[in-house]
């Protein structure tokens, strides 16, 4: 029978103290972290490399860890009033071989190679590597498994750009902070990008500066962590017990575009400032501040077609160059805070959260003066660009407490988060209300709260001379979401006809009035009839179970069922398994059922545009899947998206600066929840009247349409070499191949429409999923360091990636697919410290200024035919998975406070 390992007994304190030092020079080392394994007690060391704390009666294991040294861990016994002496000397780390990791895991962290799945650790030298300042951005220059496109013209998605992990969906992917799931935006990416109809994390709301580091696992987790764990988990490690620092970085778009000339744009400018403070036997408050400003960037090009109505003498000197294509603009201010007091060796209480603004700026089409139904003449005499502006809010707090209880390790916690997106469309116009139109509309607000409580439990076994760790838990989970609507004249429809450019009603021969569109343009408002406030709970209980069936070789197990209130409940299971018959070598492997519950976005998400069939006004709308006009059109219940992972990998450690992962993986999923395209046309209408429903042009709505399976090979190789007094060189390498296929569509549609296959998922959406990604990705960096001067030589490589068109309606021109070549990009920075605390950094990213492959087919004015790229004035893909920005310089100074 398994007989619990004693805990620790109510004893007096002794005291642990030393100093941390650097090998060779002997130079104190501060900022390093002093833990006990297993326990919450430790501290940071001082300026003089000094650390001291408090702990009871007993042997412990005392780690060392600073980023760029090898860690170091020592055992000490500790007497009930007495003093215990224990000094470190950290060497160097030419690698990240002794990167500890807790995620994947609920037995306790492990390194990286002795880990049973794979896990990638991002530490804050790693984000900082490049000029990039947005999270997700510096994540994908760090981990080839992960992309993060640059969608442009996008409506909301411009302004909160969704990423992927293996080439799945942005909402296929668990997000923790500090272990606990973070909260989705409110915004569903509804347009043509990758991650269409998805509702995912903002990484980038997350800000980099206050992260210690970032734990990606990339396996399937649901039996472990819960819904959406299918691609994987990313844990976000705030920074705690350390000492804190302030930067500011300043950089710009330096280009040359062929056709445009020499572009200057984009000027990027971040601050950030954070401390951290301690007290007592490692108890903590760390909190920071990061400001980021964006300006725009534009690679649009001229538009061909007429701008100005017939006999319009302007049309001779018209300005060309009208519309946007690139980064939108965004101010950013996010601040964190993560805190922890020790109360005693069996207590600990916690506390993180954080809050962020953020506004931003893009565009949809131009306007063209002959676009008549859409401008109001004497409002816009040339037209105009409309904007989409956001205005984003953040907010979210936790805490709990930790501790020791009858040899139980346990973790209550609270956690609340939400998110707010606010659409403003200005510059624009409600062509419908002619001249009383405004130019700047509240178009609505969306929101998504989430509130979730865990209680976690662990302790370690002794089974006949074997540990058995086993961790069992509960959780329960509050959603809620939102649609405010926007102000009347954003949707209305005024009824005001189309208007010259005095004002005055056009007709025509017969002296009839043409119709004017309803509400905002390039965004109409939410109407009442959208505005909706939907929740939902469920609740969660899970059982975990590892061991070491010999010193060579670790399985494990888990289990978990969850129940939602809106469509019942499900559950999962993982097996685990780790043999490594040597040091250098382990075989590890993994096989898990997962599942990702259908979002409230994707359950309740309206919105109604209205336009004009044989001169009536018809709504086209994004239907929820229980009203009854999608349920005409087939729709059904949604359910939970399955998953079936399995994943093989071998690890080698040939020498002590070298390492190698390799791991496979095979990802089936049923089920998948996919947007459909817009049902349209007069049979549509004629359908819809039939059954009743006047004033209904159209729809689209979420369904399980379809099963994919995904096949891919992850590679990560570090290297490192001590060339001692000459410095340290650091080589790192990773590489993704990735492939997935639709293998079955499911199709619901009536019998009276026809066949509506393509409608209901169509031919571009299909190669989104399928060919929409890089198909390998390649990353290589390498540093070099010695004394205060540090070269970072970055290169990444990025796959081909195909943007499938949608099948062209009867009789009309096939637009053909654009194919985007594999692509290299070089990254190049130089930094020298400056009176020990300061470091300046100057930099390049895309040094060469690599764009991605243009558009080939620029359409046909005359024949109204619009190529790939809208006559020409689009010539870059949103798909590009680097964007199309060109080269960016920019210059960091950074202190260490």
């Known amino acids: 029978m398994a007989a619990p390992l004693a805990p620790l007994q109510a004893q007096a304190t002794g005291t642990v103290e030393g100093k941390v030092t650097v090998g060779g020079s002997g130079e104190a080392l501060q900022g390093a972290s002093v833990g006990v394994v297993g326990l919450q007690v430790g501290g940071i060391t001082r300026a003089d490399g000094t650390y001291r704390f408090a702990l009871r009666a007993g042997t412990y294991e005392v780690r060392v860890r600073m980023l760029g040294y090898a860690g170091k861990t020592a055992s000490v016994t500790v007497t009930a009033g007495g003093k215990v002496t224990q000094n470190f000397t950290l060497e160097k780390s030419t690698t990240q071989l002794e990167a500890v990791a807790v995620t994947g895991s609920r037995g306790g962290e492990r390194t990286l190679v002795k880990s049973p799945v794979p896990v990638d650790v991002i530490n804050t030298a790693d984000l900082k590597a490049t000029g990039r300042v947005e999270t997700a951005q510096m994540l994908q220059a760090a981990a080839p498994s992960f992309n993060f ?10 302004h909160v750009r969704p990423a992927t992990l293996r080439g799945l969906a942005p909402d296929q992917t668990l997000v923790l902070i500090n272990g606990k799931r973070r909260y989705t935006s409110a915004l569903i990416n509804n347009n043509g990008t990758v991650g269409r109809g998805t509702a995912a994390v903002d990484i980038n709301a997350i800000p980099a500066s206050m992260i210690d580091r970032i734990e990606i696992l990339r396996d399937g987790a ?42 200057k744009d984009g000027t990027n400018t971040t601050a950030t400032a954070d401390q951290g403070f301690t007290w007592g036997n490692g108890s903590y408050f760390h909190a920071g501040v990061e400001w980021r400003n964006r300006a725009m960037t534009n690679r649009s090009f001229n538009d061909p077609r007429q701008q100005y109505p017939n006999g319009d003498p302007r049309e001779a000197t018209a300005r060309r160059r009208t519309h946007w294509s690139g980064d939108a603009a965004t101010a950013d201010v996010v601040g964190m805070f ?17 809050f962020g603004k953020r506004d931003g700026r893009s565009t949809g089409f131009f306007r063209r003066p002959i676009q008549t139904t859409q401008v109001v003449a004497k409002l816009y005499p040339d037209g105009f660009l409309p904007n989409i502006e956001s205005n984003i809010d953040d907010i979210a707090v936790g805490g709990g407490a930790k501790g020791t209880l009858k040899g139980w390790d346990w973790d209550l916690s609270q956690v609340y988060g939400s998110n707010a997106f606010q659409f403003i469309i200005s510059n624009s116009n409600n062509a419908s209300m002619g001249l009383a139109s405004p130019t700047v509309f509240d178009a609505g607000t969306l929101g998504f709260g989430q509130a979730l409580t865990n209680l976690d439990f662990t302790r370690k076994f002794d089974l006949s001379g074997k540990p058995l760790r086993v961790s069992s838990g509960a959780e329960f989970r509050w959603e809620n979401y939102s649609i405010q609507a926007g102000e009347e004249a954003s949707y209305i429809n005024g009824r005001v006809p189309v208007l010259d450019a005095s004002g005055n009603p056009v007709r025509n021969a017969a002296g009839n009035t043409t119709i004017a569109l309803v509400g905002s343009q390039v965004f109409p408002g939410f109407s009442p009839s959208d505005a909706l406030d939907k929740s939902r709970t469920a609740a969660a209980a899970y059982l975990d179970l590892e061991t070491d069936l010999t010193s060579k070789w670790l399985v494990g197990t888990a289990a978990r069922v969850e129940n939602f209130s809106d469509f019942g409940g499900k559950a999962t299971g993982k097996f685990t398994t780790r043999f490594s018959p040597t040091d250098k070598f382990a075989i590890r492997g993994a096989a898990a059922t997962g599942f990702r519950a259908p979002s409230l976005q994707q359950s309740y998400f309206t919105s109604t545009a209205t336009t004009f069939v044989n ?13 009854r006009e999608a349920r005409l059109l087939g729709a059904l219940d949604l359910k939970p ?59 689209r709505y979420f369904t399980n349409a379809i099963n994919t399976e995904t096949n891919g090979l992850d590679v990560v190789v570090n290297y490192g070499i001590d060339l001692k007094s000459n410095g340290v060189i650091k080589l790192t390498g990773g590489y ?6 639709v293998t079955k569509v499911v199709v619901n549609t009536p019998a009276q429409l026809g066949n509506l296959n393509e409608t209901l998922f169509g031919r571009a959406e299909r190669g989104r999923i399928e060919v929409g990604q890089p198909r390998n990705n390649l990353v290589m960096n ?29 009789g009309a021109r096939q637009v053909p697919d654009l194919e985007l070549s594999p692509k290299f990009i070089t990254d190049v920075s130089t930094s020298y410290k400056l009176f020990k605390r300061a470091q300046v950094t100057v930099g390049a990213d895309n040094i060469f200024d690599v764009y991605p492959d243009r558009i080939t087919d620029l359409g046909d004015v005359a024949a109204g035919y619009g ?9 870059y893909s949103g798909l590009s998975p680097f964007g199309f920005n060109g080269r960016f310089l920019y210059v960091r100074m950074g202190y260490s406070l």
Do not use: W
């Open 736 to 741: 993704n191949q990735n492939k997935t296929r």
């Open 782 to 810: 390498g540093s070099y360091e010695k004394g205060d001067f540090t070269f970072t030589l970055r290169g990444q490589r990025f796959g081909a990636v195909t943007g499938r068109q949608a099948t062209a309606a009867a």
């Open 867 to 875: 190529g790939q790229g809208t006559y020409g004035v689009y010539r």
């Open 149 to 158: 496109p640059r969608p442009a013209v996008a409506d909301g998605t411009d």
């Open 222 to 263: 649901a039996a472990q962590y819960g819904s959406d764990a299918i691609a994987g988990v990313i844990n976000i490690i705030l920074k705690g017990a350390g000492a804190g620092g302030a930067s500011m970085q300043t950089g710009q778009f330096n280009t040359n575009v062929e056709g445009l000339g020499k572009i």
């Open 615 to 627: 001169g009536l006004p018809v709504d086209i709308k994004t239907l929820p899947v229980a009203s």
């Open 641 to 699: 998206e399955n998953s079936v992972n399995l994943i093989a990998c071998i690890t080698l450690q040939p020498t002590k600066s070298l390492t190698i992962t390799s791991d496979y993986y095979n990802i089936k999923i049923s089920d998948r929840i996919v947007l459909s395209e817009n049902f349209i046309g007069t049979g549509i209408v004629n359908f819809f009247t039939q059954n009743g429903f006047t004033g209904i042009g159209g729809g």
């Open 338 to 354: 993560n805190a922890a007091h020790i109360v005693n060796d069996n207590l600990q209480l916690y506390s993180f959260g954080s």
